[in-house]
């Protein structure tokens, strides 16, 4: 049996971990079966987003017209666009192996892990163990139980990702992020995109009125069935056929079952944790119902010296919080700390057209939750940025206590994801408070300038700055 400082089970941010413990002199296990850099790096969102700008710059193109500019897209060449997207985060992982094979403290197991006892892995016939654990292994695509959908030739988010010819239609099944990210991407590429979600709108998750927005923009480009629940998958005359039927019973669909058909099926129904991969029961290691490893405040499991994070620990599922994940379990693994996760200021953003960016509660969430608040909206077009750019979708919503809590804000439109951090940092660094939003000196014209104006509303004493530009027009469409 091998021994280890620390075993670090997983590529991608866990990682950070091991550089940690490394650069302190302990001996690291790196396992990992797959390319470095986790599910972000070479399956999620590194490439999605580079497709998604390469769709960015053809909708820029389609759009000039709109600002007199005669612009003429000609050729997309789909397969040069994966193929360089997939050159380019391989090259990535790729160099992170290098750097892995040639540090002196550290070791490249290239296979599964399984454990066979407490802080004890079994790897390619042989045993690891380490003083101390990170179970970093992540999730993957989880496929719903469908009648026929095991039988049916199907792609999930990792597969969409690289393909060498560009579906001429393509059904996807699952209106959250992923759905609606490739949705983008697809559509914009020119393929006949159709979306079943068994929710009433796209992105159930965000607030309403930013489901909405998304919806709406959805259905002008794409066909939307949403409320509609997959019963069935079936291959027919050289398409794929999905039969759907309404998910509730009161929702506008008149409990009429459909069928919709396409020559590729996208299944984004979410993501499945790797404990059962790992035999975590047989590590001692505690999951939840959802089969996520259970952790306490310090993202420690139920074994001592055993620590989880990222997406096999659970909601939130995004990197950037498996990267704060690994900073809190670093300082208390390697750097015997006692810090407490905090996801205050947590936010996170969906590259779709148009752009969304949330942090806090929805409007929804605090009503169910009978909590009072304020709530305040500004457009894109209230704005000069907004006008002059013709930001005829977007909007900034901020929801706040009495007090002037921040509870909540979203956005919507172009930039948004860039334009939350401001809000991020009040709530993490600041106060928390919409002061800390409305009293800095916003740079005019600027889009964040939204921002200032949906805050500054609920501010307790409300600036003279924020000219009302909604009945400026900009042109004609």
Known sequence: MREFDLIVIGGGSGTAVGDAAADRGGDVAVVEPGP???????????????????????????????????????????????????????????????QLRDSD??????????????????????????????????????????????????????????????????VILGGGYVGAELGYFFETMGTDVAIVGRSE???????????????????????????????????????????????????????????????????????TPNTDRLAVDAGG??????????????????????????????????????????????????????????????????????????????????RDDGVEYETARAEYGDVPMGMVSKDDRGFAKVLAAPDGEILGCHIVGEEAPTLLHEVLVALRSGDGTVEDVAEPIHVHPARNEVLLKAFDELADVPYAGTPDWSDVTMGSE
């Not at 999730?139 to 999930?156: M, Y």
């Open 201 to 271: 709108r796209l992105v159930p998750r965000e607030d309403d009125a930013v489901a909405e927005a998304v919806t709406a923009a959805f259905e002008e480009r794409c066909d939307v069935y949403a409320g509609h629940e997959a019963t069935a998958v079936e291959e027919r005359d050289g398409d794929i056929v999905v039969t759907a039927e309404p998910a509730t019973e009161d929702d506008s669909t008149d409990g009429n079952e459909i069928e919709v058909a396409g020559d590729e099926l996208l299944v984004a129904t979410g993501r």
């Open 285 to 366: 290691i505690e999951t939840d119902d959802g089969g996520f490893v259970a952790t306490d405040d310090y993202l420690e499991t139920s074994v001592d010296g055993v620590w989880a994070l990222g997406d096999i620990a659970g909601p939130p599922l995004f990197k950037h919080a498996a990267d704060y994940e690994a900073r809190v379990v670093a300082r208390n693994a390697v750097l015997d700390g006692q810090r407490r996760v905090d996801y205050t200021g947590l936010g996170h953003a969906i590259f779709t057209a148009p752009r969304v960016a949330s942090v806090g509660q929805t409007e929804g969430e605090l």
């Open 105 to 170: 403290r550290k070791t490249l197991f290239d296979a599964e892990a399984q454990f066979v006892d407490e802080r004890t892995v079994a790897v390619d016939g042989e045993e690891l163990r380490g003083e101390q654990v990170v179970v970093a292994a992540g999730a993957r695509p989880s496929v719903p139980p469908i009648d026929g959908l095991e039988e049916t030739d199907h792609l999930t988010s990792a597969e969409a990702l690289y393909l060498d010819e560009r579906p001429d239609r393509l």
């Open 36 to 98: 470095l850099g986790g599910a972000c790096v070479t399956r999620g969102c590194v490439p999605s987003k580079g497709l998604i700008h390469r769709a960015d710059v053809i909708a820029e193109i389609r759009r000039a017209g709109r600002f007199g500019v005669d612009a003429d897209l000609g050729d997309v060449d789909f397969a040069s666009i994966t193929a360089e997207v997939r050159e380019t985060v391989f090259e990535k992982a790729e160099h992170m192996e290098r």
